[in-house]
């Protein structure tokens, strides 16, 4: 299962589509963590009818009907998606990972921070996309297997 990770756009809605085009025409799962002020979110539900989508509130998304969680069920894994400010992850991480615990959740998306990150605390594994916005835009392909396997890469959109 190839999901693509995107956060943090803050209105870049050139740089989503971009990193769509280039890394989420054999995605099954498409993932914003949120801070797509511009309506990322709208444009990857209406354009990625295809794939599986899945957007979450951030700080700045000002009057969204978003959640600020939501979750997925893939190969066997529960994976939690957060924008993480409700969290505060830019403070660490152990906020995070102890909700994903409670949660019952295996692996973690969220944004936010705007730094590209693949942490595991305790059983729980996290990774923040970093920032589709202007200025060095980046995102997370993610392949899970049918084994519970998980590569992960950064990269420029």
Known sequence: MKILVLSDSHGNLKGVQKAVERFGRNAEVIVHCGDGTRGEAIWLTENCRDK??????????????????????????????????TLSVKYGLENLSYKAEQEGADLVFFGHTHIPTDETIGSVRMINPGTCSKFSPTCAVVEIDAKGNILVNHVRV
């Open 52 to 85: 599986t989508v899945v957007c979450v509130r951030g700080n700045c998304d000002f009057a969204s009907t978003l959640r600020d969680f939501e979750y997925l069920d893939i190969c066997g894994m529960k994976i939690m998606v957060t924008h993480g400010h």
